[in-house]
């Protein structure tokens, strides 16, 4: 532990003046951006409202200063109203010895308008805290395992309130403490003490009812005080073995109104996702909504998914192979079709061997989960594919997340994390801002220190590349040592795909859980995207116009005053703002446009774009009109 560098980290949001959210956590540096963002997703989407302000601290701090202590054991008493959970309380406090426990209860509405907790000496009735209105703020503290267990919000209530019970009832001369939640939805609360432990008391007050507070008991000298406060305040904890959570006290949240207002949010956040239906085949342009528009937002990249050879190749498929494949590849799913694809994607890729999954998503998730586990490090670009940042997850290996595009970076944190065994891993283009992985020399740094190399290639296949081999091609340069690619955008059907040496492709096929326990594809998937990939190789000139077109409209885009730059078929027009995004690709689409604003999750907050993907098909007319037609719509600055 003491090699590492940890850092605490701390979440506060305000909204209308008052605390709606905070949290904290201890961890060590590499862990530390996931974590931010996880209280960063918790502050945003509060159930309790908007937050105006968030504020995110992080301190450095020493990890030998760090006490470790075991959650206290866990104990229940649920009653049956309110009234008689607080007899239970005070018939506790007399069973632990308080000798005034009415009084001590009476103390406790008082706590109601502090953020902070109340100190009490037991024997005097005083009041400890140096700031009565504030009170005193526990900090400093953690569960040992926090970042893997908490829910994927960040917050765990239970988790939370026993770490904090348990630094408290160590703390010099504290011996118990009391507490009601303020969350109107939340209404089992708590006495803790080193002696008794955590008890559970529920219902301490009604549903809805927003008042709560923290007492904490004291007895000692009056000098002993000041290191009690500053014990509170300043010691650096992290509590382990903590227990799972009993059942939930009655009454329980309710669970379809959970979801409803995180709906609610995703609206008044401009969030909230739609799936439109299409009424056209994908194309240069398309039907929607009755109208005909130019089509900006589609992957299919060089036009083949309604291509007449394609559609006649599929016929006959459907006639002798029907529909469905009937089972998993490993049993009866796999047709010569199958077989025969992944005999061309490997020849194409000048690969030894490849191998097909259900789609792009299901190859990447499949093949880091069957190739890294908890001895591996993985060197994930901050920018990768959510299908990328899945399979990381999924591997349970130590994820290091290194700055986008930055090399320098990738190798600085290799060193400092010098693993024995890992993988690099970055998307070839990238989905979102269509910029390229500088591929030589960042094969040459995973070379260096042995890792696996992977690429994910989903947007530069058909695109990049005289051939539009890709980025090996693009670069001239070797294949890393896992491809990933997909049937679903320049191969105009659905599926995805790796290529590598046979080593690699065997050791998938009997290892990658979502090549293994997925239905295979069916051969009419299987035999389009082998049809368009023919159609590919046999008619370059398809790459070079798309390629053309990209020049085209960047410099359309550029003689207008809007600054956008692309190598491949994606440029990203960055506006920023959420519902600016949303608002200008509705405008393009009543001027006959189809273009779709991107904005979180998908990209992060802030940082809404319209992302215009390009197409073999669009002409220079379509294309010059298209760009007229953006620059007319985007705010000032940006023209
Ligand atoms: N990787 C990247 C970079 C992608 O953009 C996508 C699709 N959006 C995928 C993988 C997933 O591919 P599929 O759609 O075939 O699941």
Redesign the pocket.
Known sequence: MSHETWYQIKMRAQAGGKHLSGAERMLPQPLLPQQAETLVHRAIFHPRGVPEQVVLKIEKIEPEKIEILDALPVSEIRAASVAEAWRALENLLREEGFLAPEKILAHFPETYPMRGAMVLDIETFQRWEPDFQRGIRVTGMDALDSCQKTAENGKNSFREAIVLATKTAHAPGIVGEICVSDDPGYVTGYFASRRRGYVRISPLKEVGDEQGGRLFLYHGSSEKVASCLDYLEHQLVQVRNIPNLPTPALPRPDRWERLQNTLETLHSAGLYRQVPEMESAPAGEVRFRGQPLVMLAS?NYLNLAHHPDVEKLVQNVAAEWGTGSGGSRLTTGTSPWHTRLEASLAEWQKTESALLFN????A?VGVLSALCGPDDTIFSDALN?A??IDGCRLSKAKIVVYRHGDLDDLERKIRQENPSRGLVVS?GVF?MDGDLLPLPRWLKICEKYGLFSMV?D??ALGVLGETGRGSAEHWQSPQPDIL?G????TLGS???FVCGKETLIDFLRNRARSFIFSTALNALSVAAAWKSLEILQAEPWRVRKLQENVRFFCRELQNAGIPVQSQSAIVPILLGDERLAVSCSQQLLEKGIYLSAIRYPTVAHGKARLRVALNAAHTPETLRHSAAAIAQTLPVPLR
């Open positions: 992957n789609t792009g998503y299901m990447n594919h299908s990328i998307d989905s994910d989903a947007h990933v997909t049937l679903s955008k659905e599926g995805g």
